[in-house]
């Protein structure tokens, strides 16, 4: 994140606690199964009554549940912490939101670093290949053990959006809308490039032993530059000149090639600073499910969406060049032919990908009146007499 | 908001719309028309805005907008997917309007089209008698600052349905005070037709 001051609206929520949500024989779309499944997860506000107001904050690749407030003995906020909490955009007055960290995840959810019951061992390579259907399906559990039939939205932003594009496209009518952020209906031969170089930095690390590295040394350098290529993605040329220009480091560098630019010495910070909390092989697992996602399952979109009820909010940042706009069109050009009842807003912003952690103003105008709309069931707000 | 405070040329396209009809405004702008549509006549609407602050006016009005260009993205939709396109005061900013037209008719059953009458008497005089580019009530701006690509007037109008074989269903022709029924080419400020293919 370029870390600018955010004024905040509203009153976040405070202090929170992640949740653990176990269940067992976990069939995957892969043909794999998991015998017992746990999903880390935190919430915010109240469900009501009815179990109308529940909406599903999904992550990105390195995201996790913690999406809002402060966990106890930590200052971290949450990710998306800016639109969370009373009088913001996820209004949690009137809303229950839930989010959770991902099946092959590292933050609390099952995934390659968990422990195999049957072996004692972390699965590592053992673990199954998982999709992004998978991780909607483990959500779809946690939603069901609320008793929360339908969900009044589905919430995210690039590999959060497949997620809501995967509910959906396939489950249309537990879903009241959806709320697609800089993503794809499926990866471009660009983005699955960047995927491959990030794997493969990790993979020619000495360390990372095909993924055995649980007992000794972990493949540091390799995952720490498979997060500077994908830094390099998340920003723009301009938000990059912005923030850093071709400052020097004011530090004398004792050798050659040190990090002597202000941009090599952010992303070595922004690599080092991702090792103390993600696992490799997750990352090999999360950014190959990206690869292989598809929300067209084999078709022209626009026949996926067929029939769907659920109101869609798109929404798109010009600068976004590893989620370009086109992207989205494409999804609401799939959303124009098959009838779908579909906004999109594309923000003016320099952020590029990040923007959709960062545009917070834009984002809970747009947001907090679409859930407004979505939650109230009104065409258009207000009255008047004629 | 009351009857009275609904804009003239809103009103007469609220005469038009069939209730409970389906509706896509290009170049909704603040969302005013749409929401008056939807209000009073029951319609499924959406709106087409290039503008930003435009765009976020229409969600917070609940309004379904897209933003972008009218010209981009219109020959997207199947035929007939709306029973009727709107193109009120937006005609004339358009780069491509043949192309434009022939899209709305394409997808909209019915096509209103709504846009300031250039020949009005006002505007001759000041071009005839001031020599200079007319600036009134209907055409606002300065010639350095018009956003209006073509300049056209209601007879201009009524030439170009006849030669591309347009059929005008209904037309109103306004003043600032109403309706005008005579001369209208001369007395008019605005011309909206109800035209399909």
Not at chain 2, 113 to 119: I, K, L, Q, S, T
């Amino acid at each position: 994140m370029a870390g600018t001051k955010i004024v905040l609206e509203g009153d976040g929520v405070g202090l929170v606690e992640t949740r653990y949500f176990t269940f067992s024989d976990f069939e995957l779309e892969e043909g794999g199964r998991i015998d017992l499944v746990t999903i880390a997860y935190e919430t915010y506000g109240t469900l009501n009554e009815k179990k109308n107001n529940a909406i599903l904050i999904l992550h990105a690749l390195s995201g996790d549940a913690h999406v809002a407030g402060i966990n106890s003995g930590q200052n971290n906020p949450g990710w998306w912490d800016p639109l969370i909490g009373s009088g913001r955009a996820f209004d949690t007055n009137k809303y229950f939101i839930i989010c959770s960290n991902v099946l092959g995840g590292c933050r609390g959810s099952t995934g390659p670093a968990t422990v195999n019951a049957k072996t004692g061992r972390p699965y590592a390579l053992d673990f199954p290949v998982i999709t992004i259907n998978d991780m909607v399906d483990a959500q779809k559990r946690l939603v069901d053990s609320f008793g929360v039939d339908k969900l009044l939205a589905v919430v995210g932003g690039s590999m959060g959006g497949m997620q809501v594009l995967s509910w959906l496209t396939r489950y249309p009518d537990k879903i009241r809308s959806a709320i697609p952020i800089a993503t794809a209906a499926r990866h471009s031969p660009q983005q699955i490039a960047f995927g491959e170089v990030g794997r493969q930095a990790i993979m020619a690390d000495p360390q990372w032993k095909y993924g055995n590295y649980y007992d000794g040394f972990y493949p540091a350098k390799g995952l720490a530059v498979a997060r500077m290529i994908g830094h390099i993605t998340y920003m723009s040329d301009v938000s990059m000149a912005d923030k850093f220009g071709r400052q020097r480091k004011d530090k004398a560098q004792p050798h050659k090639f040190s990090a002597d630019f202000e941009v090599e010495g952010y992303l070595r910070y922004r690599g080092e600073n991702f090792i103390k909390r993600f696992d490799a092989n997750s990352y090999l697992y999360i950014t190959k499910a990206m690869d292989h996602f598809d929300a067209s399952q084999g078709k022209a979109l626009q026949d996926v969406l067929c029939g769907i009820k659920a109101r869609v909010m798109l929404i798109a940042f010009k600068s976004d060049w590893l989620y370009p706009v086109y992207q989205s069109k494409e999804i609401l050009k799939a959303c124009k032919l098959s009838g779908v009842d579909a906004t999109y807003c594309e923000i003016e912003s320099t952020y590029g990908h990040d923007a959709f952690l960062l545009e917070v103003k834009e984002e809970t105008h747009l947001i907090g009146h679409f859930l407004k709309k979505v939650f109230y069931e009104y065409e258009v707000t207000g009255h008047y007499e004629i | 908001m009351k009857y009275d405070e609904i804009r003239l040329d809103h009103r007469v396209i609220l005469e038009w719309v069939e209730p409970g009809s389906t509706v896509l405004d290009l170049g909704c702008g603040t969302g005013e028309l749409l929401y008056v549509l939807i209000k009073e006549k029951r319609v499924r609407g959406q709106g087409v805005e290039i503008d930003t602050q435009s765009i976020y006016k229409c969600v917070a009005k609940g309004l379904t907008v897209l933003h972008g260009d009218i010209d981009s993205g219109l020959a997207e939709y199947k035929k007939n997917s709306f029973d009727y396109v709107i193109l009120n005061q937006s005609l004339q900013q358009i780069k491509h309007v043949g192309q434009v037209l022939n899209d709305a008719l394409h997808v909209g059953k019915k096509v209103v089209v709504g846009f300031p009458n250039f020949a009005h008497y006002k505007s001759r005089f000041q071009v005839f008698f001031g020599g200079k580019v007319p600036v009134t009530g209907a055409l606002p701006f300065q010639w350095y600052e018009t956003p209006n690509l073509h300049f056209l007037s209601i007879s201009d109008f009524v030439n170009y349905c006849r030669l591309r074989k347009i059929k005008i269903e209904k037309e109103i022709c306004l003043s600032k005070r109403g309706v005008v029924r005579a001369y209208r080419n001369l007395f008019a400020q605005t011309g909206i037709f109800l035209v399909s293919k």
